[in-house]
């Protein structure tokens, strides 16, 4: 089992960056691929990015290809999503999640409580 917080939201201007952090517990962290999720108000929770164990892979939901980048500090138990030329649509509770398998879906085991992220015009 893991358990997850998330940290480094908050308010920025359109085109500012942000690094979002998700520090996991337990000693098994190596072991599950991370992902990156968010939920907009009233829309459904989308897949932003994901990661396998390794850190060897990624994926990228389309809407942030070019613009997000997700990495992980297995040492640390941490993974991160660092933010660059938010758009005012970025704006969401960004929610890191695990699981043991590498998924492109929301489907995750893990969840932390979510961090907000909103960009001003």
């Known amino acids: 089992q893991v358990q997850l917080v998330e940290s480094g939201g908050g308010l920025v201007q359109a085109g500012g960056s942000l690094r979002l952090s998700c520090a996991a517990s337990?000693?098994?962290?190596?072991?599950?691929?991370m992902g990156w999720l968010r939920q907009a108000p009233g829309k459904e929770r989308d897949l932003v990015a994901a990661?396998?164990?390794?850190?060897?892979?990624?994926y990228y939901a389309d809407s942030v290809k070019g613009r997000f980048t997700i990495s992980r500090d297995n040492a640390k138990n941490t993974v991160y999503l660092q933010m660059n030329s938010l758009k005012v649509e970025d704006t969401a509770v960004y929610y890191c999640?695990?699981?043991?398998?590498?998924?492109?879906?929301?489907?995750?085991?893990?969840w932390g409580q979510g961090t907000q992220v909103t960009v001003a015009s």
């Open positions: 337990g000693r098994t962290f190596s072991r599950y691929a």
């Open positions: 990661i396998n164990w390794t850190g060897s892979r990624t």
């Open positions: 999640a695990a699981d043991l398998r590498m998924i492109t879906t929301t489907d995750y085991d893990y």
